[in-house]
């Protein structure tokens, strides 16, 4: 870059990459199958903590393994539920932890369609209701206003969605209106031109989810479809990892080289499109 500017650049370049700050993953655990120093420098927390220097990306690189180990403090409370109940009678305190959940307060022993339990989820009276409790699970649970377990799990989803552009319309609205009347997805569908034959193709994976494709289980299988070029799973999971990573680049070789199947395989292009920036665009910037 040449002109008023030229200094600025020159600067940027050198500054470019560096660190600007330092944190921890609240969940993440490094696996490893020697001493980790041999693959990773170390440090300290502020609170004394134990951590590697490499971020997730980088640890891949050295052969570490990461996964993400959270709970949520509503673990703690079922577990005092079930201990009451032993103590007090209810059920066999000597029963297996897993046996005793589950004849319990599992979620398949619920009453999951009672109305006046989803009516106490729309008054936000429940608590730890897992994401439910922040500001965006609230305006979704407005929006929505979820009756089934699977309505509730994929506003779940949808909540973390960001809109494809400035000022385009917001997820959690949009599964509200594809909700409230399912003819909307199918008009968006008719927009990017896809055919009624193809449409029936995607009831199976977006129906139940009202249209959206919301999490990486979905678009991994919409792109294995034979219509969709026929990716293996392999190639699916490189694409979620993409997405879920926030690696752009990646993202943009895998997307190069799915239009070039596309064109290898003379594939129907308006269902490629639509797949490929409606449902698999959905997850970009974040993946659940």
């Known amino acids: 870059m040449d002109g008023k500017y030229a200094e600025v650049w020159k600067v940027a370049k050198y500054i470019a990459g560096l660190c600007c700050g330092v944190g921890s993953h609240a969940g993440g655990v490094i696996f490893y199958d020697e001493p980790i120093v041999n693959s990773t420098a170390l440090m300290r927390t502020s609170n004394g903590d134990v951590i590697t220097q490499y971020d997730l990306h980088t640890l891949e690189e050295v052969s570490l393994i990461k996964i993400d180990l959270l709970s949520i403090e509503a673990l703690d409370r079922m577990r005092a539920c079930l201990d009451l109940l032993g103590e007090y009678g209810y059920i066999n305190p000597m029963l297996p932890l897993r046996q005793r959940y589950e004849d319990t307060i599992g979620v398949y022993k619920i009453e999951r369609d009672d109305p006046e339990m989803w009516k106490l989820i729309h008054e936000h ?14 305006k979704g649970i407005a929006a929505v206003k979820p009756t089934t377990l699977e309505e509730l799990a994929t506003l779940n989803s949808v909540i973390r969605l960001m809109a494809p552009e400035k000022g385009a319309e917001q997820p959690v609205d949009k599964f509200a209106r594809f909700k409230k009347n399912i003819n909307e997805w199918y008009k968006e569908m008719d927009k990017w031109g ?5 449409q029936k193709l995607l009831e199976p994976y977006l129906l139940e989810s009202s249209g959206m494709c919301e999490s990486q289980e979905r678009f991994m299988s919409l792109v294995q ?3 969709c070029g026929g990716f293996g799973l392999a190639w699916a999971d490189k694409l979620r990892k993409s997405v879920a990573k926030k690696n752009p680049a990646a993202f943009l070789e895998l997307e190069k080289e799915f239009y070039q199947r596309m064109e290898e395989q003379n594939l129907d292009r308006n269902f490629c499109k639509y797949v490929w920036q409606v ?8 993946g659940f």
């Open 125 to 138: 009276k429940i608590e730890s209701l897992f994401q439910m409790e922040q500001q965006s699970g609230i």
């Open 194 to 198: 896809v055919s009624k034959d193809k």
């Open 225 to 227: 479809l034979p219509e």
């Open 279 to 286: 449902c698999v665009g959905a997850s970009r910037g974040y």
